[in-house]
Structures are given as C-alpha cells and as structure tokens.
C-alpha cells in the first residue's frame, strides 16, 4: 500500500511539474547599465597646443556581452570579447580588429523598442579600408562633436545591434562619454569613461526584449 501512495505522489508531482512548465511564461530579459567603463583616459591631460591626449596606452578596454564584465587586454587575441573602446572608437572583435567572428550595424529608433535583431547588414572591421563596423567621426556612428566645446554627446535614438563572437545577440545604447555620465558635461568633465545600457539574449535567438 505504502508503494503505490510513493507511485501516486509521483505521479501527481510529475502532473503538477509539467502544468507549471506549461504554464509559466520565459522571464523576460533586463537591460543592464555599465557604468565608467575606462577607455584609455590620457593620464597627463591634453596638449593645450594641438588637443592630442597625454599618456594613453592606445590600447582598447574589451568587453564581454556574455559576461556583462570587461576582458583583459592580454586576451585581445581571443573570441572571449565581443566590443572594444578607445577614446570614441570602437571595434568589433572580426575581421583585422580580432580573430572573432562579432558584427555589429547602428540603427536608429527606440532602444526598448527595437526588440528584433535584424536578419542582415551586419559589419565587421577593416583596417586596410578604414571602414568599421561602428563607423568614426562625428555625426557619422554614434557621437556628435561640438568644437566650441570640444564635447562628446551621444546621439539619440543611435543603437547598436551586435552578433556577438559567441553567435548570439545584443543591442546597446551609449548614455554618456564621461565618468559619472554628468547629465550636462562641461569642460572639466573626464571623458573617455563610458556608460551604456545593453540587453543580451543568450538563447542565440534574435529576441530583444
């Protein structure tokens, strides 16, 4: 008697595992805010001559989608990365940039909106033809630049889609180009610190919300 109340519990347990399973919608995904990711800050300021940036590395600071944390520099030669920051460039890990095979395209629209990866028009970096994923220049990617104020401001509703070195998707909006991301930055604001928001869909899907 005792074995067929264990048999019965089971199954009754099974029945109730298997409704919720049913049930139970996919927890939707949570866009995630970095913050004062280092991009090769000049340590010596700027030469107040021509502008150029005091002691940098020239080196990217390389971030993981997956992992939602920064990737060692040593490591650059690696699929671990997926995006890289230096000063207003950014890099995608493919083509000469890295050995991965990441890709990114910028779109325009609403970030909480924009809930699909697009199918195609995906880039990747070349170097030889100075040609880039995210493209350079301002006005041209994802930035302005005042000269009177020599001020970064990113553009609004500018979004980049990346297919990340693992094959899965991402979308990303920069919020600021300086530390603390200063609602209104002035001169005297610190930049090459970004803080962006990006949402990640690790089901390799091309579901973004």
Request: hydrophobic share 35%; charged share 15%; net charge positive.
């Given at each position: ?105 910028v779109v325009t629209g ?52 990346v297919k990340t070195s ?44």
């Amino acid at each position: 008697m005792q074995k067929v109340r264990m048999i019965l519990g089971l199954v009754v347990l099974v029945g109730v595992l298997a409704g919720c399973s049913k049930s139970d919608p996919t927890p939707a995904l949570v866009a995630v805010t970095f913050k004062n990711l280092s991009a090769d800050p000049p340590s010596g300021g700027y030469n107040p001559a021509n502008g150029q940036p005091i002691g940098v590395t020239n080196k990217y600071t390389l971030f993981s989608f997956a992992t939602g944390a920064t990737v060692a520099n040593s490591d650059s030669a690696s699929t671990k990365w997926d995006i890289g920051f230096n000063g207003t460039k950014i890099i995608i890990n493919s083509g000469t940039s890295g050995p991965g095979s990441a890709a990114a395209l910028v779109v325009t629209g609403i970030f909480s909106e924009l809930n699909l990866a697009p199918d195609a028009g995906y880039l990747t970096d070349n170097s030889a033809t100075a040609t880039y994923a995210i493209t350079r220049g301002s006005g041209k990617g994802w930035y302005n630049y005042d000269p009177s104020t020599n001020l970064i401001s990113p553009i609004a509703g500018r979004v980049i889609m990346v297919k990340t070195s693992g094959g899965k998707y991402a979308k990303m909006e920069i919020i600021s180009y300086y530390k603390d991301a200063p609602a209104s930055p002035s001169a005297t604001s610190t930049d090459r610190y970004y803080t962006f928001r990006y949402l990640y869909q690790p089901d390799g899907s091309k579901k973004l919300q």
